[in-house]
């Protein structure tokens, strides 16, 4: 069935870099996505790969995709206080007779002075 | 400034009560979701609608749950009866759908956090 995987937790410093991985089992996906959760709030798109590219750059953000692992990734540069949120990668799902957008369980990071 | 509007925010209700948990989608957005999260399950989804027609509720608990689009402007997500075992918060998020295949950028709602006694 369909799955998506995120480790739960990541501690950067400040000013490093954050890499937030992700794996998902649809092969078939054609947008895989990042959201961030910040506290209280709805999840917000931060940024998406169509599955045809390896790489997406958007100024601090890049992400990483290995469709032969399954394997996606968000590199957040020069990580500051207010990156400080859950991160939910997610994929369009064809599993089922209709296709959804499952999520994965989140990765929280938080930012350590 | 358009945004998904979900109501109540909060919601405290005791056990067996019916709960209903409304949202607005951005006019224009042809999808909606609805999703649950917990500390212990993460976001899981519960029903996905498409031109108001349900396409996919086997995430949600046919027994007590029930969504419906009464119009393209309305969602409702309905508990009855609520036990505290559904205390979460509830997503509601909508989108623009294109070709069939889920490839939607999706925007939510701030949630309904729904505790249940």
């Known amino acids: 069935g369909e799955d998506v995987e995120q480790s739960l937790f990541l501690s950067v410093r400040e000013g490093d870099s954050s890499v937030i991985n992700c794996t998902y089992t649809?092969?078939?996906?054609?947008?895989l996505y990042w959201y961030k959760q910040e506290p209280g709030a709805g999840l917000q798109l931060l940024t998406y790969i169509f599955s045809n590219m390896d790489m997406k750059q958007d100024q601090r953000l890049t992400v990483l995709l290995n469709k032969k692992d399954k394997h996606l990734s968000l590199r957040i540069a020069d990580t500051q206080t207010g990156d400080s949120a859950i991160y939910f990668c997610?994929?369009?799902?064809?599993?089922?007779?209709?296709?959804?957008?499952?999520f994965g369980s989140g990765t929280r990071l938080s930012i350590r002075p | 400034d358009a945004r998904v509007t979900q109501t109540p925010r909060h919601k405290v209700t005791e056990m067996g009560q019916e709960v209903t948990m409304r949202c607005q989608p951005i006019l224009g957005h042809n999808t909606v979701f609805w999703y649950r999260q917990t500390m212990m399950q993460g976001l899981e989804l519960l029903a996905y609608?498409?031109?108001?027609?349900?396409?996919?509720d086997s995430g949600m608990p046919k027994d007590r749950f029930s969504a419906e689009m009464p119009d393209a402007t309305l969602a409702t997500l309905k508990i009855q009866p609520s036990e505290p075992r559904d205390s979460a918060v509830y997503f509601c998020a909508s989108g623009f759908n294109v070709g069939g295949q889920a490839n939607e950028k999706l925007f939510f709602g701030s949630g309904t956090q729904l505790s249940v006694l």
């Open positions: 609608f498409r031109n108001r027609a349900p396409l996919d």
């Open positions: 997610a994929e369009g799902s064809m599993y089922s007779s209709a296709s959804k957008i499952i």
């Open positions: 649809d092969s078939s996906s054609t947008y």
